[in-house]
């Protein structure tokens, strides 16, 4: 069996800190990801603790998805009462 590396230890010591560093930065990225999570689901980060990281990520994304086409809706209601305004005479620069 060959001797270890007059410099196994430091490599060792290296590795144990990049290791640190990456996990706290993960965990740096997770508690973020999380806040965004209480903020989506407007409930202080109950949902996540609830259905878990992952499945709250999905229902992020459905919800998502469910304002953006709101707000689609919203716009077309706009334009259709704006064209009612319109057809009755009111101001286009009022409206």
Not at 1 to 9: Q, W
Not at 12 to 19: K, M, S, V, W, Y
Not at 58 to 72: F, K, L, N, S, V
Request: net charge negative; proline share 3%.
């Amino acid at each position: 069996m060959d001797p270890l590396p007059s410099d196994y230890g430091q490599t060792i010591d290296a590795l144990r800190a990049e290791l640190t560093r990456v996990e706290r930065e993960r965990d740096s990225y997770r508690k973020d990801a999380e806040e965004l999570l209480a903020v989506i689901h407007r409930d202080g980060g109950h949902h996540t603790i609830d259905v878990g990281f992952t499945t709250s990520c999905g229902d992020a994304t459905d919800r998502y998805c469910e304002r953006i086409a709101e707000i689609e809706e919203l716009h077309e209601t706009i334009a259709v009462l704006r064209d009612v305004a319109l057809a009755l005479g009111f101001d286009p620069g009022k409206i």
